[in-house]
Each structure stands twice: as C-alpha cells, then as structure tokens.
Nanobody, 121 residues
C-alpha cells in the first residue's frame, strides 16, 4: 500500500494551494483518508479527514472555513483545497488512511510521504 502526496509549494499569505493524495495497492472506499501537518519544532497535528464511502468530514478548528477536503473513490484519491493560507499553515503535510474520519486523528493505518507547504508573509 502506498500513499503518494503532491501539490505542496510556496505561496504568499492569502493564497491557495491544492494537495492531492493518491492511494495504491488497495481500494480505500471503506476507509478514511486525511491530512496531518508538522511545523518545524512542533509535533505532528491532525488537520482534516474524510470517510471515503459516506463523505463524513472532520476538521481541526484552525482550518475550518479555509480548508476543504474531498475524495474521489474512483481514483482512490483525496484532495485538500487550502484557501486564505496563513504563515502559521507552513508545515510538512502528510496524508494518512485510517478507519473513519472521526477516528483518523487517533488511528492511522497507512502514511504517505510529506509535501512541504510554505506560506510567506
């Protein structure tokens, strides 16, 4: 099983980026996929998750109203649209898969490699 994250980059504050995470090796229709991030000197934190079958979502308070997660079961891919980016959103973003959106913050079955997001002020 492999999770391949992409879409990171450098953007100015207020800008937007779209991350993608493509899963391979199995289908994830009955699982949740989501994103965590880790800023320099900080612990990895949960950002957002979606249950692929029903579309249930969970967002961290820090990104509500700015980030939107969506999933494409046919492509086994999850997307993270990040708008109104702030310098404090700067981090390495990791995708992960787990049982449900409500539990992904605590239980992860698979991890992808990170993709760097840098927001300049």
């Amino acid at each position: 099983v492999q999770l391949q994250a992409s879409g990171g980059g450098l953007v100015q504050a207020g800008g937007s980026l779209r991350l993608s995470c493509a899963a391979s090796g199995r289908t994830f229709g009955s699982y949740a996929m989501g994103w965590f991030r880790q800023a320099p000197g900080k612990e990895r934190e949960f950002v957002v998750a979606i249950t692929m079958s029903g579309g249930s979502t969970v967002y961290a308070d820090s990104v509500k109203g700015r980030f939107t997660i969506s999933g494409d079961n046919a492509k086994n891919t999850v997307y993270l649209q990040m708008n109104s980016l702030k310098p404090e959103d700067t981090a390495v973003y990791y995708c992960a898969a787990g049982p449900t959106a409500q539990r992904l913050a605590d239980i992860q079955y698979y991890w992808g490699q990170g993709t760097q997001v840098t927001v300049s002020s």
